[in-house]
Nanobody, 120 residues
Framework: QVQLVESGGGLVQPGGSLRLSCAAS????????MNWYRQAPGKQRELVAD???????EYADSVKGRFTISRDFDKNTISLQMKNLKPEDTAVYYC??????????????WGQGTQVTVSS
């Protein structure tokens, strides 16, 4: 079975930095796009950063210049380096990936989420 696991969340003061990681594991044939989403209480889940199989990246306007998504194709992992964090960045961050297993059919997988709290 394919699984996505996020890590790296925590409590940080405004202006601080945090690095999130997401690892895909299991019987993986191919990993297409991988994304970072976040959801704050009372808000819809929003796309934060995306990286395609070709390494093309896209960011939400609210995080451009502060967040950086990267991908390790050998390890099937993505990271989200977050800098100059703001209270409005507080949310549960989720990893999402389009992955095919032994069936060669692509499915969407979600991680369990990791809490990021920016507060002083």
């Amino acid at each position: 079975q394919v699984q996505l696991v996020e890590s790296g969340g925590g409590l940080v003061q405004p202006g601080g930095s945090l690095r999130l990681s997401c690892a895909a594991s299991g019987s993986i044939f191919s990993v297409a796009s991988m994304n970072w989403y976040r959801q704050a209480p009372g808000k819809q889940r929003e796309l934060v950063a995306d990286i395609s199989t070709e390494g093309i990246t896209e960011y939400a306007d609210s995080v451009k210049g502060r967040f950086t998504i990267s991908r390790d194709f050998d390890k099937n992992t993505i990271s989200l380096q977050m800098k100059n964090l703001k209270p409005e960045d507080t949310a549960v961050y989720y990893c999402k990936a389009l992955i095919s297993g032994t069936s060669r059919i692509y499915y969407t997988y979600w991680g369990q989420g990791t809490q990021v709290t920016v507060s002083s």
